[in-house]
């Protein structure tokens, strides 16, 4: 099993916990927040994320002797904003509702930091299994947080948890009517936007204070 | 429809309520990432204006005139018979098209103002490419078309949501300068605190969604 030595394995595990995009880079974190209402958005976008960075970042690492380093952005865009539109034609074929859903953000994965960020530090001076590999370790350090994210603002915000499946999405749990009797209620403000600045800013700070991770100012 | 207040709603409402940055998360990365000093956080929200206002409505003419569905149809007067364009639809080209008009714009803006005025460039001028990679820029563009604005709506639209960032950037940038001296749990410094104030710079401007024009 060459592929799963130790470097392979730390450019995997670097990205979800000491390097992890969005809370330590501060990269992508405009599509990571919009996309936390409901956990079964938060799921079908992080696939799309991990599909557009693992192959921007192959064909990338496979074109890269061929790219001069001047045009480099225009072809990085290129690249991506195809690979963005094909998700896009392929959610609206074959999940029309979650692509209602998610409106304009499938087509913001273009702009997302990470994805350009991944391509310029790290698959334009790799090769293309290590990029694989990187690209899978930051989609699951993006997927990681947003899933969290979007857990606790659906839970607590609006009391259910939502699975995808082909339609309107699969309701695995919802709290049951005795509590809402009983005085219990849901906090509607998590389900607004400033409920997502605030969830991700926690998240923030429990991951550094368990990692140990300082940022000066 | 309405007229002058027509428009005026649009600008409020993309300035105040529906918020670019705190409403949609738009323009995230380099919000949290400038917000650092004021004097650049100007610099940015000034430089979004311009680029939001040129750009949202040359992507208009582009996907009404070329790739929305029949929009191809006044080529059926130039070549009258073997083809029809009515049914045409491009729209699937439409995020390839609009980044590359972004990133082309930012470039011109860019060699206009060096070339006119030297003062605006050197304030703004490093951060115009930043701007071609800001999600805000494609959004706007995007909102527009699923909205279905016409040309003035989108203008307004464009200029309005430019405004929206420039405020909450140049607001975040004060209170984080303010928090300088303040004692702050270590490791919730820098993005972690950054993110909470946001938080609560959103809920303030929570408080324009009831005013209806």
């Known amino acids: ?217 | 429809m309405g007229g002058f207040e027509h428009y005026l709603s649009i600008f409020t409402k993309a300035v105040f309520i529906e918020n670019i940055v705190l409403a949609y998360f738009l323009g995230l990365c380099s919000f949290l990432a400038i917000s650092k000093k004021i004097d650049a956080s100007v610099g940015i929200g000034m430089a979004v204006v311009v680029v939001l206002t040129i750009t949202a409505p040359i992507n208009w003419f582009i996907y009404e005139f070329l790739l929305s569905k029949g929009a191809l149809v006044w080529l059926n007067t130039l070549f009258s018979v073997q083809y029809d364009f009515s049914n045409t639809d491009l729209s699937f080209l439409k995020l390839i098209v609009f980044i590359s008009v972004i990133a082309a714009m930012v470039q011109l803006v860019e060699m206009f103002m060096e070339r006119f005025s030297q003062s605006l460039y050197n304030s703004l001028g490093i951060f115009l490419p930043l701007i071609a990679v800001n999600c805000s820029i494609l959004g706007g563009s995007l909102f527009m078309v699923e909205r279905e604005y016409n040309v003035t709506e989108t203008m307004v639209y464009g200029f309005g949501s430019g405004v929206g960032f420039f405020l909450a950037i140049v607001a975040l940038a004060s209170v984080r300068y303010r928090l300088r001296y303040s004692n702050i749990p270590p490791r919730l410094r820098g993005v972690g605190m950054a993110m909470l104030l946001t938080g609560l710079l959103s809920m303030a401007f929570m408080a324009f969604s009831g005013i209806d024009l």
């Open chain 1, 1 to 217: 099993m060459e592929i799963f030595n130790s470097e392979s394995k730390k450019i995997i595990n670097d990205p979800i916990n000491v390097n992890n995009p969005i809370s330590l880079q501060v990269l992508g974190i405009c599509s990571a927040l919009a996309v936390t209402i409901r956990l079964d958005q938060a799921i079908i976008m992080t696939l799309a994320v991990i599909f557009v960075l693992c192959s921007s970042n192959v064909i990338l690492s496979v074109i890269r002797d061929y790219i001069p380093a001047r045009v480099r952005i225009v072809i990085m865009l290129s690249v991506i904003a195809s690979l963005v539109s094909v998700v896009d034609e392929l959610l609206q074929a074959y999940l029309y509702d979650m692509s209602k859903q998610l409106s304009v953000f499938v087509g913001l994965i273009i702009t997302n930091c990470i994805i350009m960020g991944r391509a310029e530090a790290f698959a334009l001076k790799n090769g293309p299994s290590k990029a694989f590999l990187d690209g899978l370790g930051n989609g699951l350090g993006y997927g990681m947080i947003i899933i969290i994210v979007s857990f606790f603002r659906e839970l607590f915000g609006a009391g259910t948890i939502t699975l995808p499946d082909g339609g309107a999405g699969y309701v695995l749990f919802s709290i049951p009517e005795a509590w809402y009797a009983a005085g219990y209620e849901n906090i509607g403000l998590l389900v607004l936007s400033p409920g997502a600045f605030f969830i991700l800013g926690l998240v923030i700070w429990t991951q550094r204070e368990l990692l140990g991770i300082e940022e000066g100012e």
